[in-house]
């Protein structure tokens, strides 16, 4: 199929609508407007709906009202507009309702700026709304999976009737790669629960009420029978050359893409390095994680934040090795010498270890 | 009369069996509350008009967030205040459904205030029903954005001040206001006469849905013993007596069948496109997919880590992306990194193009095996990163000053005098990109010409973009005669 020479966040609405995403709500934020752009200049074109809403909030029910008819819908922001949609989102786990929301991460707490950050994690991978719910969370580092995991977000999102985040920064949403568009889907899956305004949908509800104590525990027990299939089945990570690796690097989206080049510098200079870089980051790729830490001796992870993936890394490995951290804040993003600098300096120390 | 009330509408369950508790034919309402008689008129509406099975009943939260136990249609439950916003969703995807959004005082006014002015603004075609009971009944009696001046509530214990509190707010004459919504009416129920003009109101306003004239809303006054602590009789009688001399009843709006709605705009191009269709428009301006030429350079040019840099206004962002386009074109592997955000606002504009053979890892250029400089400030912030033996492109039309550098190659080019020449100062960057692929042969003309017929539109454009690729390539041979043939 075509391959064309697009931004991350225009490739988001290209792959949503190869995957039968028909609607989209939004509120223009940097870095992730161009989303919301690309949405009202396509969608009217493929018979779909793009509404510029007046707030986060406003588009998050619009998505939900949406998503509670059936139809695939989708709604992107940037952190800021994120913390806006959680009690939407929080209610879409409640009512079980299918919705793909794009997070183009930005510098914070507060305004901060439009830099890209990775202090994300904990509002998205750890809750951020209320209750006991999960959202499955993917992290592109390219165009190609800006276009191809926001096309796996929809099926995932109806498989489970949840939504599904795509986490990813500010650099990933912005720079220009080619992407191969893959086919566009046909069939769609059926949806008997929505609420299609139909004789035979008439009798449906969608609510997140369960008023009696016993109902409401039975629920989230249910929802969470759903959460612990979904992290047998719903892991994703990719591994460069850790099978003989003394030092494992850990990193998403744009971090892993520096990681990666660090990676290939020091394995040209005979360094027993590897990176694991997790796709999806809930589920965590904890396994993964484990069976690396047979072979390596010590892990270092890098983010963009003040430390919040690490604390999955270390839960994974349980004290089994070292575990160190190297983070960037604000909107400062690591060279690849910086990140030599670093992995060098631990090689040293993990060959003083052995 | 007394007999039509007892009868159950068909739009109603049979038995409410969604509630909990022993008895499955009482509401979970108290005595006297409005809630229950509003529920009814609606109801009946629906059996009237036929409309039970597309009927979309849409309950945020209030008392009468459990509107669910009762309605036998599509109920969708949504967070407080958002019933607006959600209906807008439900409608846009469902243009044939008919879509009642239920709403109290606090629900609507308070934390939705913003979601029902917007959804109004809009005129989507849905139906509103505001339950104005001038008091928060659900959490207990606090005050609401409709609660009166001296009114006592928990949260206003010695009566709502205006100094404190404000006015209450009158949302049909605030909505009234706006030039979308077909139909906006305050009524009662305090009464047989006042019951009849409500079920009048709510007819009409649902009726105006299934005829797709646009946004209707109905505010009825209601009350509720509860949270006034009044036997109902007397709340009644403190609605006609004192609630309705703040809040007028009347029609406030009345636009007949003018509006068009927002749904039906969508409707118009609601056809479902084949998958062909689709890639056709995702696929932009799609060339044949011919992979050009790699042509063979010199090692010090291959795999290249550029920074390109100038003025926001001086088509950086765009000579990058033309850059790593036709590598694209040319079967490499290509990245375009820009300085995004306010940064381009009237300052500089760079950005990093990465072009190989093999997969690119950091999208990132920090050590620089090109530079190209199209103003002074550029060179002065970027000189200095690129790599012994690496080449710099000066705009020496724009830079007097030489390369301080003397261990990198310098291809000074004046490209904005030869944009000038061509009188069109904006090519300036399509020449120094000509100039960038005459000087080291790594890319060629064709492919960034077909890079450039998916970006620009128009054909006299493409014209003056070939000149100027020429005459950058010309001038930057003169400059390293031993390259390429020039095809172009
Ligand atoms: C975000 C949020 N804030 C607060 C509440 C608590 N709450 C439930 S109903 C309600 C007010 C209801 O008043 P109104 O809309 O006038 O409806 P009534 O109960 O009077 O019919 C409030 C504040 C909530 N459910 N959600
Ligand atoms: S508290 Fe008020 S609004 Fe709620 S059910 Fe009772 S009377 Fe009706």
Known sequence: MARVFVKGNEAVIKGAILAGCRAFYGYPITPASEIAEAAALLFPKVGGTFLQAESEIAAINMVYGAAATGERVMTASSSPGISLKQEGISYAAGSELPMVVIDVMRGGPGLGNIAPEQSDYHQIVKGGGHGNYKVLVLAPNCAQEMCDLTALAFELADKYRNPVIILTDGFVGQMMEPVELPEPITELPAKPWAVAATAETSGNLISSIYLEPNELELHNKNLQEKFSNITKEEVRYEEIMTRDADLIVVGYGIVSRILQTAVEEARAEGKRVGLLRPISLWPFPSTPLQDLAQTAKAFLVVELSNGQMVEDVKLSLNGRRPTHFYGRMGGVVPTTKELREVIDGLLEKTEAFS | ?488
């Not at chain 2, 990198?408 to 004046?414: G, Q, R, S």
């Open chain 2, 1 to 488: 009369m007394v007999k039509e009330v007892l009868q159950k509408p068909d739009s109603f369950y049979d038995e409410f069996v969604r509630k909990p508790g022993t008895n499955p034919y009482s509401t979970h309402y108290c005595p006297g509350c409005g809630h229950g008689v509003v529920h009814k008129i609606i109801a009946e509406a629906m059996d009237d008009l036929g409309i039970r099975e597309k009927t979309v009943f849409v309950s945020p939260v209030g008392c009468a967030v459990f509107g669910y136990y009762y309605f036998k249609c599509g109920n969708i439950q949504v967070p407080h205040g958002r019933a607006p916003a959600a209906a807008t969703g439900i409608k846009r995807a469902l243009p044939h459904s008919i879509v009642l959004s239920y709403q109290g005082d606090g629900d609507l006014a308070a934390i939705g205030g913003n979601n029902i002015l917007q959804a109004a603004n809009r005129g989507e075609n849905i139906t509103v029903i505001f339950v104005n009971n001038a008091i928060y009944g659900m959490t207990g009696a606090q005050m609401a954005p409709t609660t009166l001046i001296g009114q006592k509530t928990t949260t206003t214990p010695l009566g709502r001040s205006a100094e404190n509190e404000g006015y209450p707010l009158r949302v049909s004459e605030l909505l009234a206001t706006l030039e979308a919504p077909v139909y906006i009416e305050r009524v009662a129920i305090t009464d047989a006469k006042h019951v009849m003009k409500a079920r009048k109101a709510i007819r009409r306003a649902i009726q105006n849905q299934v005829e797709g004239r646009g946004f209707s809303f109905v505010e009825i006054l209601a009350a509720c013993p509860t949270g006034w602590k009044m036997l109902p009789v007397d709340a009644n009688k403190w609605i006609n007596d004192v609630l309705m001399d703040y809040f007028r009843l009347g029609m406030l709006k009345d636009k007949n069948g003018a509006a068009k709605p927002a749904e039906a705009v969508k409707k118009e191009s609601l056809s479902t496109p084949t998958p062909e269709t689709i890639i056709g428009i995702l696929g932009e301006k799609q060339g044949p997919q011919d992979a050009y030429s790699q042509p063979v350079t010199d090692a010090n040019f291959h795999n290249p880590r550029l920074k390109i840099s100038g003025f926001g206004g001086q088509g950086i962002l765009l000579l990058g992306q033309l850059l790593a386009q036709s590598a694209m074109l040319s079967n490499y592997c290509s990245t375009w990194l820009p300085s995004y955000g306010p940064e381009m606002r009237g300052g500089t504009a760079n950005c990093h193009v990465i072009i190989s053979d093999k997969h690119i890892g950091s999208p990132m250029v920090a050590e620089t095996d090109v530079l190209i400089a199209m103003n002074l400030p550029s060179l002065d912030k970027f000189e200095h990163d690129v790599r012994k033996d690496g080449v710099i492109f000066v705009n020496s039309s724009l830079i007097e000053r030489k390369v301080a550098r003397n261990d990198v190659e310098v291809v000074a080019v004046p490209a904005t005098e030869i944009a000038d020449e061509l009188d069109e100062p904006k090519v300036a960057n399509v020449v120094m990109l000509g100039a960038y692929i005459g000087y080291t042969g790594l890319l060629s003309a064709e492919s960034v010409l077909a890079a450039a017929s998916r970006v620009v539109k128009r054909k006299e454009f493409m014209d003056i973009n070939k000149k100027a690729l020429t005459r950058g390539m010309h001038y930057a041979q003169k400059h390293k005669p031993q390259i390429v043939e020039v095809t172009a």
